[in-house]
């Protein structure tokens, strides 16, 4: 059964709350998040010839569950086994169903991200320079309510929730996917609502080119 959310207000207060907790380091890190994944998936589309707008489609398609650097490497075999004009998808360490969402974003014809979910549709507006983008995940989820609830929105609930981080946004004075990111930061640091952490969540997939792994700056 899911729990009505907290009023608006409440939600705003939480999110300011947990913006004023983060460290030096988290601020700048939230600031340059999206930049850096956008200088990312730039770097994948011309590696391999690829639009980066759908190459932020499938690294959003393919993020689930799976750690960053992971997901940029799947990204990046998937960028390429699509440009090749024999290339059959490949795996990668997420859900089947977003395995193929992101296939379907590198060959389809259509525009895959305007069909997309909400929070597809606010990753890739986030990574590709829409400032106004709020990407409610589960750690959204674990802010607004102070770690009580993690589970995916509605519809209805997610449009709140980025309502609540754009309005905190105003209030703190820097724009709502920076609040978002650095309040993803905040909380996953806290451990709020979830001490688990990925065991490779710091390294890099076997396989991943030299220039994603300067761009991670992970090993």
């Known amino acids: 059964m899911r729990h009505p959310l907290p009023s608006h207000g409440e939600m705003v207060d939480a999110i300011v709350a947990t913006y004023n907790r983060a460290t030096d380091r988290q601020l700048v890190n939230g600031l340059l998040w999206y930049p850096n994944a956008r200088t990312i998936v730039e770097a994948i589309g011309e590696a391999v010839g690829t639009d980066p707008t759908r190459v932020a489609c499938a690294l959003a398609a393919l993020s689930p569950r799976n750690p960053w650097a992971w997901s940029v490497a799947d990204a990046f075999a998937f960028a390429a086994a699509a ?56 750690w959204a989820m674990r802010v607004v309510t102070n770690g009580e609830r993690n589970e995916p929105p509605t519809t209805r609930g997610y ?41 490779n969540g710091k390294t890099c997939k076997r396989g991943t080119p030299a220039f994603l792994r300067r761009l991670l700056d992970v090993t």
């Not at 977003?98 to 974003?105: D, E, G, I, Q």
């Not at 060959?107 to 305007?114: C, H, Q, V």
């Not at 909400?118 to 106004?132: D, H, T």
């Not at 609540?164 to 451990?191: D, F, I, K």
């Open 83 to 138: 440009a090749d004009p024999d290339g059959v998808m490949p795996t990668a360490t997420t859900y089947g169903a977003n395995r193929r969402a992101a296939w379907l974003a590198l060959t389809s014809d259509e525009i895959p991200w305007a069909k997309s979910a909400l929070k597809v549709r606010a990753f890739v507006g986030a990574i590709m320079g829409n400032e106004w983008s709020v990407v409610v995940d589960v």
């Open 159 to 199: 449009r709140a929730v980025a309502a609540a981080y754009s309005e905190a946004a105003r209030l703190l004075g820097v724009t709502p996917c920076t609040a978002q990111a650095v309040t993803w930061l905040v909380a996953q640091s806290a451990g709020l609502g979830s001490n688990r952490r990925h065991p």
